[in-house]
């Protein structure tokens, strides 16, 4: 019996269905016991092949010709690039065409198939065998190393929980003290008004003494003293201290610490990463956008907004003085450019420091705990906008110093790891009309540019092949031609670009879609634009020096 088979599952005749199958026709397809062999025989019209069937493998089951049905196709055809009968190689259908033996094709192939087989057998295999015990070894590792994670944040907090327990106790301390001293001076004035009192309840009763007297010396020689109490009671008006806190608890979180951004890097299989960051609750676009407050900021030629929250929203212009400001208009914070010339562009990381590009000399800087310092330096090419990316990873826009030539480039810290600059044509992604090139990373983790120059939004996927260009649409009412400038996108995936000549923002979708645009809330050449956590829009309106707050989605 052949190896792999039982005798339940004997293999039967084809002819009686009964007897077990011993031969093999290979031309028909045919399994026999020795009693049907004969009767298989007798079919003159077809050629025939018994073999052992133990032994049907070895030979060639060539393929019916599709014209001359007896017939096997032992050639193929290279011009047909199909296999052919002897009758079909002498036809004129074929005439001067090259062939090939399929024997000698399949020999080939099957050399070709073992040394495939043993390849991915010796070396492609035991690779994704070994990566899968590596997987597993560091998935089994998961809990051990968060588990650092999560003792680490409890060792901050107890920290945290003895400073500020010490904390606590100096401030109740301190009030135990001043109630104490705020106690000795109202127990002094107490004290002092009593003996005033005293003093009071006396004359009264000398008084009332010298009215019931007869005596008319007297009566007449009596003084009465009240000087001391003339005046209005003495009070000690002491009023309580107040606790002012510092800090809003808001903020805690940056004082007490931040875990940095995931850092994935694949090999081999890009899909293996979902291609969009983390989902978000769906919202919608509300009819009427609403603005909610406008922020003076003291400049002319305001350009640039980038913010987290409404709590730290960083604004530049054409000056080397970058500030940071809150919702409510209140100036927090002010920096000078380390060149002292303007900054061109401005981003936030995710553990909210700040960076900005430099056209002067050629860098982009980040600003940390009121540090300056130069994260990339760049040679013959001058840094334009950067944007900062759901993993941490910084694009930046960037011209050659001939104003021949733009790109983006992808950087990790100081290190460049990617470069976009043509299409599958090999013609350039970007113009060179207009230097300013705006960028933002969307959720699907396509890189949307602002290409002014073009008059165009340049989307391109992660590994920069272009998906689209968007170059406005015709329903918005315009005078002057589409020049996007400022250019963000929200947790819904869409696209915001300001659109400063027609004073509005124009939204997409994803996929390049129009959607509606914001032309009202008294917008006035609106040039860079962000959104915050919340999905809440910022402005910076170019002429004015205001930054508009702006809510577009519920």
């Not at 079909?88 to 087989?117: A, G, P, W, Y």
């Not at 603005?291 to 980038?306: C, D, F, H, K, P």
């Not at 450019?337 to 590009?357: I, P, Q, R, V």
């Not at 819904?492 to 009202?520: E, K, M, P, V, W």
Request: net charge negative.
């Amino acid at each position: 019996m052949e190896p792999g088979i039982h005798p339940q599952d004997a293999i039967r005749c084809d002819l009686c269905r009964e007897h077990t199958v011993q031969m093999y026709c290979s031309p028909c397809l045919t399994n026999l016991c020795k009693k049907c062999v004969g009767e298989h025989l007798s079919n003159n019209l077809q050629k025939h092949d018994i073999v052992d069937f133990y032994l049907r493998k070895s030979k060639f089951n060539f393929p019916r010709c599709d014209i001359h049905r007896k017939e096997q196709c032992e050639m193929y055809c290279v011009d047909c690039n199909t296999p052919v009968c002897p009758h079909c190689v002498t036809s004129i259908t074929h005439e001067r065409h090259c062939f090939r033996c399929i024997q000698d094709m399949l020999n080939s192939k099957k050399e070709f198939l073992e040394k495939e087989e043993s390849r991915i057998r010796n070396s492609i295999y035991p690779k994704y065998a070994d990566a899968s015990v590596d997987i597993k070894t560091h998935l089994n590792g998961l809990n051990e190393e968060y588990g650092k994670l999560t003792c680490a944040v409890n060792k901050q907090g107890e920290e945290w929980h003895r400073e500020i327990d010490v904390v606590v106790k100096a401030l109740k301390d301190e009030i135990n003290q001043v109630k104490q001293r705020h106690s000795d001076i109202m127990l002094r004035n107490l004290n002092f008004i009593k003996k005033l009192t005293s003093g009071i309840e006396i004359t009264l009763s000398q008084i009332k003494e010298i009215l019931k007297s007869n005596d008319v010396l007297k009566c007449l020689s009596f003084e009465i003293c009240t000087e001391d109490f003339q005046k209005d009671p003495p009070w000690a008006d002491v009023k309580l201290p107040a606790f002012v806190p510092h800090s809003s608890p808001r903020q805690l979180s940056k004082l007490f610490g931040s875990l940095t951004p995931i850092s994935i890097t694949t090999q081999g299989y890009s899909k293996m990463i979902p291609d969009s960051a983390p989902s978000s609750p769906l919202k919608q676009l509300l009819d009427e956008p609403a603005l909610i407050t406008s922020i003076y900021t003291g400049y002319i030629s305001l350009n640039n907004v980038t913010c987290l929250n409404d709590e730290e929203i960083w604004i530049g212009n054409l000056t080397s003085e970058i500030k940071c400001f809150n919702v409510s208009g209140s100036l927090l914070n002010s920096i000078s450019t380390k060149s002292g010339k303007s900054a061109m562009d401005l981003a936030l990381t995710n553990t909210n420091d700040l960076l900005y590009t430099d056209t002067n000399t050629g860098t982009v800087n980040i600003v940390r705990n009121g540090q300056t310092e130069e994260l990339i330096q760049l040679q013959d090419w001058v840094p334009q906008n950067l944007c900062v990316t759901f993993h941490g990873d910084i694009l930046v826009t960037m011209y050659n110093v001939d104003i021949t030539q733009c790109k983006l480039v992808r950087y990790s810290g100081s290190t460049m790891k990617q470069t976009i600059q043509f299409d599958d044509e090999g013609k350039p992604l970007y113009s060179v009309n207009n230097i300013v090139k705006h960028v933002s990373e969307n959720r699907n983790l396509d890189i949307c540019v602002a290409d002014c120059g073009a008059g165009a939004v340049v989307v391109v996927s992660q590994s920069g092949k272009l998906r689209y260009r968007y170059t406005s649409q015709t329903s918005v009412a315009k005078k002057n031609p589409f020049k996007p400038h400022g250019i963000t996108t929200d947790s819904q995936g869409q696209i915001l670009t300001a659109d400063s000549d027609n004073h509005c923002i124009h939204i997409l979708d994803q996929y390049g879609q129009f959607l509606r645009s914001i032309d009202n809330c008294d917008l006035c050449h609106p040039y860079g634009i962000c959104v915050d956590k919340d999905d809440s829009l910022y402005v910076a309106q170019f002429t004015s020096g205001k930054i508009k707050k702006i809510e577009y989605m519920k």
